[in-house]
């Protein structure tokens, strides 16, 4: 029987055998059973079909509605954040003359850390007793009273944005210095011959160059939206109040906590659903954007 299998696909076929054990078949699992009212104490549930029930009840409850728009929130003002923040440091970094090489090994320092850990360490930092950041503005005397950064709703959802951008920066920041090496430079060299002002070439000159390489950190961010999960379970898990529920954190609330497997599962479904909304979105810009290099350069 083996010998009729040709040798690539017997070669490969190890790999599909583990894909297929470890992907596949949870995946179609997981999707069955969002058609389901399973739950982990009542495993008979998982044979009671129920159609698109889960989803229609996920649909018109406002806490999933809730925590659904402040993850497309907070993912729209990350990923801005990080753009510009990123677009700057590689601006910086690009134009320094001497130790460029330790730059940018400093600037991949917030990748090497787990979102476990950046979650920890902002946590300490924020905490409203011996956080070091109301420590400094108290010894600066920027204010009189700690504030309660983790405990208030609004300033809760800050500190996970700030948390979120400072630790994947750098990946944007990467990607954008990678285009800065790569381009050339004779059309900026013609713009400031033909007396364009440093805005008007880094607008019409580097920035249209540097756009493609943006929109692939974008789609690699968005596709990263699970990665949230660990910083906002640590810092507040999803508190207080759930004013900083986002979708993942809801998942794993409603499966373990609640056990409703089943449920969960057409969350996290809807939650993919959005992922790949994202993606696509950026799929386009990139195109647009390669598209335009094309015809200008």
């Known amino acids: 029987m083996l010998k009729k299998i040709p040798t690539p696909i017997l070669l490969l076929l190890p790999a599909i055998v583990v894909l297929v054990a470890v992907?596949?078949?949870p995946l179609l699992l997981s999707l069955y059973s969002s058609f389901t009212p399973f739950r982990l104490t009542r495993p008979q549930t998982l044979y009671v079909f129920v159609g698109l029930r889960n989803y229609v009840r996920i649909l018109t409850d406002p806490v999933f509605?809730?925590?659904f728009v402040r993850t497309v929130v907070l993912l729209t003002i990350a990923l801005n954040l990080e753009m510009l923040l990123g677009l700057g440091l590689a601006l910086l970094v690009n134009k320094a003359t001497m130790g460029q090489r330790v730059l940018r090994t400093l600037m991949m320092f917030p990748m090497m850390f787990s979102p476990v850990l950046v979650?920890?360490?902002?946590?300490?930092?924020?905490?409203?007793?011996?956080g070091l950041i109301n420590n400094s503005?108290?010894?600066?005397?920027?204010?009189d009273n700690a504030i309660p950064w983790l405990i208030d709703g609004n300033l809760a959802l800050f500190s996970i944005v700030v948390a979120e951008v400072w630790s994947s920066t750098s990946v944007f920041a990467i990607l954008i210095l990678s285009?800065?090496?790569?381009?050339?430079?004779?059309p900026v060299e013609a713009a400031r011959v033909d007396g364009c002002t440093p805005l008007q070439t880094f607008r019409y000159v580097i920035w249209p160059f540097l756009m493609p390489f943006a929109f692939i950190a974008m789609t690699i961010r968005s596709l990263d939206v699970a990665r949230a999960y660990d910083i906002v379970k640590i810092m507040t898990d999803g508190g207080p109040a759930r004013r900083t529920e986002l979708l993942w954190t809801l998942v794993g609330r409603t499966a373990y906590a609640d056990a409703q497997m089943g449920l969960a599962n057409a969350?996290?479904?809807?939650?993919?659903?959005?992922?790949?909304?994202?993606?696509?979105?950026?799929?386009?810009?990139?195109?647009?954007?390669?598209?335009?290099?094309?015809?200008?350069w």
């Open 23 to 25: 992907v596949l078949v």
């Open 65 to 67: 509605l809730a925590a």
């Open 119 to 130: 979650g920890f360490q902002f946590k300490f930092m924020f905490n409203d007793n011996v």
């Open 137 to 143: 503005l108290q010894a600066l005397g920027l204010t």
């Open 179 to 186: 285009g800065l090496l790569a381009m050339p430079q004779e």
């Open 267 to 296: 969350m996290a479904y809807v939650s993919i659903i959005l992922s790949i909304g994202f993606t696509v979105y950026f799929f386009r810009k990139l195109a647009l954007a390669r598209t335009q290099i094309g015809a200008e």
